[in-house]
C-alpha cells in the first residue's frame, strides 16, 4: 500500500478520517455505507491484500487522481469496494466473498471499472446505483448471489450513459446476468458473454438502454 502513514486522511478498522464535507443523496434499497477501509486523499493508490475499501469524495477534487488497482479484497462484511460520489478508476482488482456487492459505485460518474475479478459476492457482482457516464469493461463476475452486474437508480435520479462492455458473467446464481431496472436510461451493453445465469442473461426494463452485440 502506498499510502504513506496519514491517519487522518483515511481509516481502516476503526481508525476514523475526517467527515465528509458535502451530503449524499439517499441511497436506493436504505443501503448503509461499508465500513473497512476510506479512502480521502488525492494522488493515493492502494495495492494490498485487505478485507474492503470505501472511497467518499471530499467536495471539489470528486476522486481526483485515485485509484483502486491490483487489490485482492477478501470477505468483506458488507460491499467489497465501494465508491461514492466520485470519479475513480478500479483496475485489476481481485474481489471475493464480499456480504454484499462485490464492486458499488453510488452516485459515481465518468469512472472506468476494469480487468476485475469478482466472485462469490453476497448480493450482486459490480452495482452501478444512479450515477452517469461510468464504463464497465473486461471484468469477470462469478458466482454472484443476485445480479452479475447491475444498474438501477430513482425516477427521479436514473443510472444513466453507462457503458457495460466485454465482460464475462457467469453463474449469478436466482438472478440475472445483466440487469438494467427501470431506472436507468441511455445505456449501451455490447459485447458480453454469459454462462449459466438463472434467470435472464440480460434483463433490459429501461428506457432507450442499447443492448447489441452480446453472446447468451
Known amino acids: 500500500m502506498t499510502a504513506g502513514d496519514d491517519r487522518r486522511a483515511w481509516r481502516t478498522r476503526g481508525v476514523t478520517g475526517p467527515a465528509d464535507s458535502g451530503k449524499s443523496p439517499d441511497r436506493p434499497r436504505g443501503r448503509p455505507l461499508s465500513t473497512g477501509f476510506s479512502l480521502r486523499r488525492p494522488g493515493l493508490v492502494l495495492s494490498s491484500p485487505i478485507h474492503s475499501i470505501e472511497y467518499h469524495s471530499l467536495g471539489h477534487h470528486r476522486g481526483a487522481g485515485n485509484s483502486i488497482t491490483n487489490n485482492e479484497v477478501r470477505g468483506s462484511g458488507e460491499n467489497g469496494i465501494q465508491v461514492d460520489d466520485a470519479r475513480v478508476p478500479i483496475a485489476g482488482n481481485t474481489v471475493r466473498d464480499s456480504a454484499e456487492a462485490g464492486i458499488l459505485l ?9 480487468n476485475n475479478l469478482v466472485r462469490d459476492s453476497g448480493i450482486n457482482g459490480i452495482e452501478l446505483d444512479i450515477g452517469a457516464g461510468n464504463h464497465v469493461a473486461g471484468n469477470r463476475v462469478f458466482d454472484s448471489e443476485g445480479a452479475g452486474i447491475i444498474a438501477v437508480g430513482f425516477p427521479s435520479q436514473p443510472s444513466e450513459d453507462h457503458r457495460i462492455v466485454d465482460n464475462f458473467v457467469r453463474n449469478s446464481d436466482g438472478d440475472d446476468g445483466i440487469e438494467l431496472t427501470d431506472t436507468t436510461t441511455d445505456n449501451v451493453v455490447i459485447g458480453n458473454e454469459f454462462r449459466r445465469n438463472d434467470e435472464d442473461q440480460i434483463d433490459d426494463d429501461g428506457t432507450n438502454n442499447t443492448v447489441v ?4
Not at 106 to 114: D, G, L, Y
Not at 213 to 216: P, S
Request: a neutral charge; hydrophobic letters at 45%; proline letters at 0%.
Open 106 to 114: 453510488f452516485n459515481a460518474f465518468n469512472s472506468e471499472v476494469k
Open 213 to 216: 452485440g452480446n453472446v447468451v
